[in-house]
């Protein structure tokens, strides 16, 4: 998660050039070591083992390591070693600029600090970006006070205690979902509650019942359609009929795994089928929390907001 | 090998579907994108066993699945569901669904569900 956030902020610097980029996301890729390949290569794990855990993060929200302890296959000393070899992927942008030489050391450095100056993230929040630690990166986008106020003055309709932290849960495990389904390039670049939200495109689905909600992806077409492409494993280069159907499905199936977790917490809610929208704007008189997220295939936004807001 | 009806409203999905069983060895015998289209193609069918989503516009699929334990009470349907618990899913259990899968699919807990409900 830190190559992408660092990446994407040279790129937004001109440090890098969308090749360069392209081509540092390619060898990352090729070099990208996940938690149950160091547990079969270290000899913690089966590759059944890791299999069976694979399998059961489709349907629970827990990640690889969390199975894998409850499940036997793991003690927590194991786990802590294996993400204490995985953390320093985190290296793995800054060792690729350096070996392709078009970062000399101090430029590196002062790239660095730059970026941590500049992106407004704690010592700590950095550090979470580091560990791929997404429920504490997703915090530091709801820290800011304005944002929370509004959604926790929101009229909401239906039994929610912490309003705020919901919606919060909800962007967390979105985020999980796009490192999971779509590409591990996932970078948040700012939160903001507005009272209207202008778009090209927008694919939309209400979540009913005891809570009242209404979640949107919105952006440009050639974006959406590489974000769904990803996502349906198919190639897709315009919003046409399959792209729109791929993003709702991406939305469908996050909003199924968010209200199977609310299930549990005695929650019962349904979801109507994903609407799409071109060139209007979303009216709210409550709050539009509006979340931008950058992938590879483009920026997009995430919104959520109670009731149904009116489309213009 | 088993002939299969799909009932979904995603593009995406159906696909997704056809490719997993096709590979395992099954026809085919019709794609659906709505719970009436779903229901009337059971009738001119048949088929061995029926996919169905749960949430698709118009008519659902819990709506499909009832007019399709009506006109046939031994027809084999398995669920398709972004949702993993709730009472949807319990209500399409108790009016004959024979089992269910969560969304995204994942190829061999679709090919071990149909398997079972074929079997048994």
Not at chain 1, 110 to 125: G, I, P, R, V, W
Not at chain 1, 287 to 300: D, R
Request: net charge negative; with cysteine; hydrophobic share 45%.
């Amino acid at each position: 998660m830190f190559s992408h956030y660092f990446g994407n902020y040279l790129l937004g610097r001109r440090l890098l050039t969308p090749a360069q980029y392209k081509e540092i996301l390619a060898s990352l890729d090729s070099v990208h070591v996940k938690l149950g390949m160091l547990a079969i290569e270290s000899g913690l794990m089966t590759a059944q083992q890791v299999n069976e855990v694979h399998t059961l993060q489709m349907t629970l929200d827990k990640r690889f390591g969390e199975i894998a302890v409850e499940r036997g296959c793991l003690t927590r000393e194991n786990l802590e070693g294996l993400l204490g070899t995985q953390n320093k992927r985190h290296l793995a942008l800054s060792q690729a600029l350096l070996d392709k030489g078009w970062f000399s050391f101090e430029q590196l450095e002062d790239a660095l600090a730059d970026f941590k100056h500049e992106t407004n993230l704690s010592d700590a929040e950095i550090q979470a970006v580091k560990d791929n630690d997404v429920d504490a990166l997703v915090a530091a986008y709801f820290r800011n006070a304005e944002l929370t106020a509004a959604l926790e003055a929101a009229p909401v309709e239906g039994a929610v205690d912490a309003p705020a932290r919901l919606i919060q849960d909800y962007v967390a495990l979105f985020v999980r979902n796009l490192v999971r389904f779509v590409d591990p390039g996932v970078v948040i670049t700012g939160s903001a509650c507005v009272s209207s939200h202008d778009f090209e495109w927008s694919v939309s689905q209400e979540i009913t019942g005891s809570v009242a909600m209404r979640t949107a992806i919105t952006g440009e077409g050639l974006a959406l359609a590489g974000m769904g492409g990803r996502f349906a494993k198919m190639d897709l280069a315009e919003m046409d009929a399959v792209a729109q159907d791929a993003i709702g499905e991406l939305l469908n199936c996050h909003n199924g795994l968010f209200l199977s977790k609310l299930s549990n917490d005695g929650l019962d809610l349904d979801l109507s089928p994903p609407v799409t929208h071109h060139r209007r704007t979303f009216l709210s008189r409550s709050s539009l929390c509006v979340i931008s997220i950058t992938l590879p295939t483009g920026s997009f936004e995430l919104l959520i907001t109670w009731g149904s807001p009116a489309i213009a | 090998m088993a002939r299969i009806l799909i009932v979904d409203d995603s593009i995406v999905s159906r696909s997704n579907l056809r490719r997993i069983l096709e590979e395992a060895g099954h026809e085919v015998a019709g794609e659906a994108g709505d719970g009436a289209s779903g229901l009337e193609q059971y009738g001119q069918l048949r088929p061995d066993l029926v996919t169905m989503d749960i949430t698709m516009p118009g008519m659902s699929g819990l709506d499909c699945l009832k007019g399709i334990m009506e006109k046939d009470p031994t027809a084999k349907v398995v669920m398709m569901t972004a949702i993993g618990q709730g009472p949807k899913i319990m209500e399409a259990l108790e009016s004959g669904a024979c089992h269910y899968v969560t969304k995204p699919f994942e190829t061999s807990k679709v090919v071990e569900a149909i398997s079972d409900v074929l079997c048994s």
